[in-house]
């Protein structure tokens, strides 16, 4: 069903990351795949998931909160793929301490770096694969229940949230004319809500 569609994927933590998941039937499915990490230890967890079954999958060093990186990154995808077919986005931090105690408490670092990392990346990502989406393409994002209602533990990671899908509707808007789809998946956990702070601070 996707022979011969190209697409990147950013935030492959572990074998239980919902990107991980997402590659794996993106993968199945006949997709060539491109992978982002942020340091050593994530590449050696990402080479050890795609070498066992992914194995010629591009991996790529890229620090969301470094647009040279980012930069790079969309440069060697269109050196080895030529085009985009699709972006999924999963990549989503805020300090452990702002996941904890009353909102109110966040500092004003804590409050930057979510937003930074967790929603501006959204605009980031979508602007450099904007060259490589000559045919149109998909751009996924993967959100939370606490975007839209308080939940407990979720803190400065539920604005976070909300701020991505707002991005996802203004791109939706501006990049539909160009044929390239944008939407955002609102992913429910059977888990506590402070595990789901947890997962979502790192996939």
């Not at 060697?76 to 972006?87: Q, S, T, Y």
């Not at 300090?95 to 409050?111: H, K, M, N, Q, Y």
Request: proline share 3%.
């Amino acid at each position: 069903m996707l022979k011969n569609k190209t697409g990147i994927i950013f935030g492959v933590a572990n074998k239980r990351s919902i990107a991980w998941a997402t590659a794996q039937v993106l993968h199945e499915a006949g997709a060539r795949l491109a992978f982002t990490y942020q340091g050593d230890r994530l590449k050696e967890n990402v080479e050890e998931l795609t070498s066992e079954t992914m194995l010629g999958s591009l991996l790529l060093p890229c620090d969301v909160s470094k647009p040279e990186e980012v930069e790079e990154t969309f440069k060697r995808v269109g050196e080895e793929f030529g085009r985009l077919d699709f972006l999924i986005h999963s990549i989503a931090y805020a300090p452990r301490e702002a996941l904890s105690g009353e909102f109110v408490d966040t500092t004003r670092e804590a409050f930057l770096t979510a937003l930074e990392i967790s929603a501006y990346s959204l605009p980031q990502l979508a602007r450099a694969a904007l060259p490589l989406m000559t045919e149109g393409g998909s751009i996924v994002c993967m959100s939370y229940y606490g975007a839209e209602k308080v939940v407990a533990g979720y803190n400065v990671m539920g604005v976070a949230k909300a701020a991505l899908e707002q991005s996802t509707r203004y791109l939706a808007n501006d990049l539909g004319p160009r044929n390239i789809r944008v939407n955002a998946i609102s992913v429910l956990f059977r888990r506590s809500p402070r595990a789901a702070s947890q997962i979502s601070a790192r996939c």
